[in-house]
């Protein structure tokens, strides 16, 4: 059984930093594309970034480029996600993701994680 546990998440002041971790366990990690969500209160879900099972391709939201870096350690079955200069607007719950095929950007999102708060005050 596939589980993603997402940590990290905070109250931060605007312009300040959080670093999410999302653990995976229940299969092997290193083959899958992971991904972050966040939904912000009132929206939809919506893309944050994504990194590939191998770690050497990323791709990112127009909202987060140049802010959010996405990274893994397949070592540990982690991903995570560095958001510095923070805004208001990132407020939401962030969620961790993870392809339903190997070795694959296509397809859906099959596993989801429970979701942590990240709120950035003004």
Same mark, same amino acid.
């Given at each position: 059984?596939?589980?993603?546990?997402?940590?990290?998440?905070?109250?931060? /002041?605007a312009?300040?930093?959080?670093?999410?971790?999302?653990?995976?366990?229940?299969?092997? %990690?290193? #083959?899958?594309?992971?991904?972050? %969500?966040?939904?912000? @209160?009132? &929206?939809?879900?919506? %893309?944050?970034?994504?990194?590939?099972?191998?770690?050497?391709?990323?791709?990112?939201a127009?909202? #987060? &480029? =140049?802010?959010f870096?996405i990274?893994?350690?397949?070592?540990?079955?982690? $991903?995570?996600?560095q958001?510095?200069?923070?805004? #208001?607007?990132?407020?939401? #719950?962030?969620?961790?993701?993870?392809? =339903?095929? @190997?070795?694959?950007?296509?397809?859906t999102w099959?596993?989801?994680?429970?979701?942590? /708060?990240v709120? $950035?005050?003004?």
């Amino acid at each position: 059984q596939v589980q993603l546990v997402e940590s990290g998440g905070g109250l931060v /002041q605007a312009g300040g930093s959080l670093r999410l971790s999302c653990a995976a366990s229940g299969r092997t %990690f290193s #083959v899958y594309t992971m991904g972050w %969500f966040r939904r912000a @209160p009132g &929206k939809e879900r919506e %893309f944050a970034a994504s990194i590939k099972w191998s770690g050497d391709s990323t791709y990112y939201a127009d909202s #987060v &480029k =140049g802010r959010f870096t996405i990274s893994r350690d397949n070592a540990k079955n982690t $991903v995570y996600l560095q958001m510095n200069s923070l805004k #208001v607007e990132d407020t939401a #719950v962030y969620y961790c993701a993870q392809k =339903g095929d @190997p070795y694959s950007n296509g397809g859906t999102w099959k596993y989801w994680g429970q979701g942590t /708060q990240v709120t $950035v005050s003004s």
